[in-house]
């Protein structure tokens, strides 16, 4: 949608509609020519074969990825085979299609692959912000399959001249946001009156970059980013977890005051820290 709001170049939407996909989300361009929904797995060699030889696009973005580290804890298996298996099996597509291109079509094409800071590790309060040169030390099976399809990526380009790039971005936050994750969690339990869970101490340090400065930040990275590069993407507002609880809470108080006059981050609860590898 914000690509479209930009722009008139068409987009080909390419979802599995897994248990956090919903089309609804959608429904503002359903009549829109300039959008093609396509319900498939990037993993389906044969469909984004399809597809991009009937689209023939200048560029494929990929947003694609089970992306929640609870879940990577307890289901790792769905992690390796949709952030490893499937961005190799998309890679493959599209280098075939790549390698079919001829002249200025070839040169300016680029394959941009979104994937995140959680590969370089994990931030104390005194360490520096995550920086392209940060090694990778990935620390749950969710990170650790993005950084292995991160490798993937790197080594298209090295080993078959795949034009391709990386951003590596902080949490993002924003409209339609899967209620599991943080920000929505928070607001929701806090208005039902349920706890508000925080792991552990509550200093594990997070940025969080508002969902549409992030597909901004991808337009001009796609605009202007040189192949192979990774690129850091972040809003530079790091703080500790209880840091972004409380303000949501106290928010809610305004917005919605409770009829006893308590404050939601009452409601706050630090609770048993994840497994850590």
């Not at 949709?82 to 390698?99: K, M, Q």
Request: proline residues 7%; glycine residues 6%; aromatic residues 10%.
């Amino acid at each position: 949608m914000d690509w479209l709001a930009k722009n008139d170049e068409p987009v080909i939407n390419v979802d599995k509609l897994t248990y956090a996909g919903n089309l609804d989300t959608l429904s503002s361009l359903k009549d829109d020519p300039r959008h093609v929904f396509v319900r498939g797995d990037i993993g389906d060699c044969a469909l984004v074969g399809t597809l991009l030889a009937e689209h023939r696009p200048r560029a494929v973005i990929n947003f694609a990825a089970e992306s929640h580290v609870d879940r990577s804890i307890h289901g790792p298996g769905d992690f390796i085979q949709t952030n490893v298996v499937g961005t190799f099996n998309l890679l493959e597509a599209v280098r075939a299609y790549w390698n079919a291109l001829e002249g200025e079509a070839k040169t300016a094409f680029r394959f941009l692959h979104v994937s995140t800071d959680e590969v370089y590790g994990t931030l104390s309060a005194s360490d520096a912000p995550f920086s392209e040169t940060n090694r990778y030390e990935p620390n749950s099976p969710y990170s650790a399959s993005k950084a292995a399809s991160d490798h993937l990526v790197r080594a298209r380009h090295h080993t078959y001249g795949l034009p391709v790039l990386t951003t590596n971005c902080s949490n993002n936050y924003g409209p339609y946001h899967f209620p599991e994750k943080l920000i929505p969690l928070v607001i929701l339990n806090a208005l039902a009156g349920k706890p508000l869970p925080i792991y552990g101490d509550g200093q594990q340090i997070r940025d969080w970059l508002y969902v549409k400065d992030h597909c901004s930040a991808i337009r001009t990275v796609l605009a202007q980013g040189r192949p192979v590069k990774h690129i850091m993407l972040a809003a530079g507002t790091k703080k500790p977890i209880w840091m972004w609880c409380t303000p949501f809470a106290t928010s809610s108080d305004t917005l919605r005051p409770k009829a006893d006059g308590t404050g939601y981050a009452e409601q706050i609860t630090y609770v048993q820290d994840r497994p850590r590898p």
